[in-house]
């Protein structure tokens, strides 16, 4: 008996088949306030593979602070990280109201499925802004308890399928008339009142609304950090190690803002933080 070996440019072939395949396969990603103990995370992937049975489906996150549009927007703009598809952020407080439905088609090639409540902005922004808004079209997809499953997840699984076009769900509206974003984001650290929590990861490090492009110009100083009745003392470092284990330390978190965080510690617990807590910050000219 003798072996038969794959000539290697059938081989190639056969390869680049499968991967464009792969690659074909329209991408949809889920960000919710759900809760990983929720049976809703998985009938939504039910109603889009009835429509869509060859997507790919992302669960990017599902442990957003309940009904937090603040922490729900942080947490869908991280979606720039994904691959081009069509993205459903689900943190709906007004769900069955007469709030809108929204579909974004974005400049990278994206579409944005959500409320119409801010969430969808700041992703929205950094995939390249809004090229055209629609509003889903309610009497067709219509639900009054479930929108996530009953009008986004169907509507994600229609567009999917190719069949479907943003003009067949609903009708333009001007982005000028959508809700903005709720963060409110600072543009650079100084002396700031009023900041706000927008997530606390599983380190318990906590994010905060003010950008970090500028984080060069502060590296090595000193802050007053204030959070309710509780305040301390931090330098600004380019990464946790640069101090001791157990001090404050603030740096960028990864995406673009500034992180508070203890090296090894848990800065939520110290600050007992929660998502929406104010936080005011003063320079330290000298320590």
């Known amino acids: 008996m003798t072996m038969q070996f794959l000539d290697f440019g059938v081989f190639v072939k056969l390869r680049n088949k499968i991967m464009k395949s792969y690659h074909s396969k329209r991408i949809i990603s889920l960000t919710t ?3 990983w103990l929720s049976e809703g995370i998985g009938i939504m992937k039910g109603i889009i593979l009835e429509q869509a049975p060859d997507c790919q489906i992302i669960d990017l996150c599902h442990t957003i602070s309940s009904y937090s ?7 869908f703009e991280t979606i720039l990280y994904l691959p081009v598809g069509i993205h459903l952020a689900i943190v709906d407080p007004e769900v069955g109201t007469h709030r809108k439905c929204l579909a974004l088609s974005v400049h990278r090639g994206d579409i944005l499925l959500g409320p119409d409540n ?5 992703a929205a922004s950094v995939l390249g802004g809004i090229i055209e808004s629609y509003v889903i079209n309610t009497d067709t997809f219509h639900s009054t308890v ?3 499953r009953d009008i986004f997840a169907k509507v994600a ?6 069949n479907y076009n943003l003009s067949d769900i609903g009708y333009k509206i001007d982005p000028e008339k959508l809700k903005t974003s709720p963060l409110n984001d600072f543009l650079y650290l100084d002396e700031i009142n009023n900041a706000k929590i927008i997530h606390i990861n599983s380190f318990g490090n906590i994010v ?5 492009l500028q984080i060069n110009n502060v590296i090595n100083k000193f802050f007053k950090i204030q959070i309710e009745n509780k305040s301390v003392i931090s330098q600004v470092k380019e990464n946790f190690a640069s101090v001791p284990i157990g001090t404050f330390v603030i740096t960028d978190d990864g995406y673009g803002r500034y992180s508070i965080a203890m090296n090894r510690g848990s800065a939520k617990e110290f600050f007992n933080a929660k998502i929406g807590n104010n936080v005011n910050i003063i320079m330290v000219r000298s320590i």
């Open 118 to 122: 801010g969430i969808l902005m700041n």
């Open 157 to 162: 699984g229609l567009l999917a399928s190719g």
């Open 146 to 148: 479930f929108d996530g």
């Open 69 to 75: 549009t603040i922490n729900g927007s942080r947490q």
């Open 208 to 212: 905060i609304n003010i950008k970090s």
């Open 33 to 35: 306030d759900f809760s």
